[in-house]
C-alpha cells in the first residue's frame, strides 16, 4: 500500500545465573533487496517494543535479508542477562513495497554456554633449519581440563589442515614461504560440547637467500620477496 510497515513476533525468556549463553534460531527472508530485513531485539522486561529499526537493544547482525534458504544462525550473550527476563522480539520491516517472501524463522533454542572461545591468538611464523615453520600461541582461562583443535589453510584455498589435541603453544610446519595463512582454534570441552572456531591470520615471512644465487626474472608475475636483494646490496 506504500507505507512503511514494522511487523513483530515476540516471546519472553527468563535467564538463571551463568556465564553466556547461546540464542539459536533457523531464519531466511526475501522481500525487495536491501530495502526489506529482519532484526532482532533482547528487550529488557518492561521495555517498550521498537517502533523504528534503530535500538539500543538490537543483537546479531545489522540485518537478515536477501537469504532465500533455511539458514542457522546463533548470537553470543554475555553474563549482563544473567538472572533477569527479557523480551525475544523478531522484526520485519517492509518499505512499502509488496515483494514476497517476508521472513521466517523456525527451531528458536536459548542453551547455555559451559564452552568457552580461546582468546588472544598470536602467531610467530619463522625460516628455521628445518622448514618454514609457525608457533601458534593463545590463552584460556575459562575452560578447565579442555583440549583444542587447530586447524590452518593457505588464504586461497578452501580445505583446513587439523592438528587434534593441539597443545599451547603449537608449531605448525611445513608451510610456504612468503604466504598467506589463516589459522582456527577450536575449544573442545567434551565429545558433545565445543566452542565456536576463533580465526587468526598470519603470513610467513620470505626464505632467506645465500650466495650464490641467481634469478633471471623470467618466470614470475610478482617477487614477493624482493627485500632479499637488500642482503645482497642491490
Known amino acids: 500500500n506504500g507505507a512503511n510497515t514494522i511487523s513483530t513476533l515476540s516471546t519472553y525468556i527468563a535467564f538463571e545465573n551463568g556465564l553466556a549463553w547461546d540464542l539459536s534460531f533457523d531464519w531466511k527472508g526475501r522481500g525487495e533487496y536491501y530495502y526489506d530485513y529482519m532484526?532482532?531485539?533482547?528487550?529488557?522486561?518492561?521495555?517498550?517494543?521498537?517502533?523504528?529499526?534503530?535500538?539500543?537493544?538490537?543483537?546479531?547482525?545489522?540485518?537478515?535479508?536477501?537469504?532465500?534458504?533455511?539458514?542457522?544462525?546463533?548470537?553470543?550473550?554475555?553474563?549482563?542477562?544473567?538472572?533477569?527476563?527479557?523480551?525475544?522480539?523478531?522484526?520485519?520491516?517492509?518499505?512499502?513495497?509488496?515483494?514476497?517472501?517476508?521472513?521466517?524463522?523456525?527451531?528458536?533454542?536459548?542453551?547455555?554456554?559451559?564452552?568457552?572461545?580461546?582468546?588472544?591468538?598470536?602467531?610467530?611464523?619463522?625460516?628455521?633449519?628445518?622448514?618454514?615453520?609457525?608457533?601458534?600461541?593463545?590463552?584460556?582461562?575459562?575452560?578447565?581440563g579442555a583440549s583444542y583443535k587447530v586447524e590452518y589453510k593457505l588464504a586461497n584455498n578452501n580445505d583446513w589442515t587439523t592438528i587434534s589435541n593441539a597443545t599451547n603453544p603449537t608449531t605448525i610446519t611445513n608451510l610456504q614461504p612468503a604466504s598467506d595463512y589463516y589459522v582456527r582454534i577450536t575449544t573442545m570441552c567434551s565429545a558433545n560440547d565445543s566452542s565456536s572456531y576463533v580465526e587468526q591470520y598470519f603470513r610467513t615471512p620470505c626464505v632467506a637467500l645465500s650466495a650464490p644465487w641467481s634469478e633471471n626474472f623470467e618466470n614470475f608475475d610478482y617477487f614477493d620477496c624482493s627485500e632479499n636483494f637488500v642482503n645482497f646490496g642491490v
Open 39 to 144: 532484526q532482532v531485539y533482547l528487550l529488557p522486561l518492561g521495555q517498550d517494543l521498537p517502533t523504528t529499526t534503530y535500538n539500543d537493544y538490537r543483537i546479531g547482525n545489522d540485518k537478515y535479508q536477501n537469504n532465500s534458504e533455511w539458514t542457522r544462525e546463533t548470537i553470543h550473550l554475555d553474563d549482563s542477562y544473567a538472572n533477569g527476563v527479557y523480551q525475544l522480539v523478531f522484526l520485519w520491516y517492509n518499505d512499502g513495497t509488496v515483494m514476497d517472501p517476508p521472513a521466517a524463522i523456525d527451531n528458536v533454542t536459548v542453551k547455555e554456554r559451559t564452552c568457552f572461545e580461546v582468546y588472544d591468538i598470536t602467531v610467530v611464523a619463522e625460516d628455521t633449519p628445518l622448514g618454514m615453520n609457525a608457533i601458534v600461541s593463545f590463552s584460556d582461562t575459562i575452560n578447565q
